[in-house]
């Protein structure tokens, strides 16, 4: 897959809107997967397809964190969003405290964390709130 990069355990893809989370689908019984595994945990299967993870999901739950890590600024908030392909995400959402509602829309965007692109970053925030970063 063009633009394909390896984060971590995950991974991320570079499409017309920028760059994307990639899952996987299970080849054998077609669940969806995030992060990527190795087997499936639905069927055990071993072989899987790339599914780049849809731009828009829709809040499960959240919490803000009031006391983080040494250099990281407080509150922030922290979700599980869900995508309509079964999967559910955990991330940061970059958004105002107060202004964040179980059951609201969120999109998923993914940045490199460098001007090498060795590293990427990904966080939800309100649709179409600031502009999309080009994916430099
Ligand atoms: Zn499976």
Not at 12 to 28: F, N, Q
Not at 90 to 114: D, H, S
């Amino acid at each position: 897959m063009n633009g394909f990069r390896r984060l971590g355990t995950a991974s991320v893809v570079r499409g017309g809107k920028g760059w994307s989370l990639l899952g996987a689908k299970c080849s054998a019984c077609e669940a969806p997967i995030y992060p990527v595994l190795t087997v499936c945990p639905h069927c055990g299967g071993r072989d899987f397809v790339a599914l780049p993870l849809p731009a828009i999901g829709t809040l499960y739950c959240h919490s803000v964190v009031h006391m983080g890590p040494r250099g990281v600024d407080t509150p922030y908030i922290v979700g599980y969003v869900d995508f309509s392909d079964g999967l559910r995400v955990f991330g940061r959402i970059e958004m105002e405290v107060g202004a964040v509602q179980t059951g609201q829309p969120l999109e998923l965007r993914v940045k490199p964390a460098n001007k090498r692109a060795s590293q990427f970053i990904y966080f939800f925030t309100a649709p179409g709130e600031g502009s999309r970063q080009a994916g430099s």
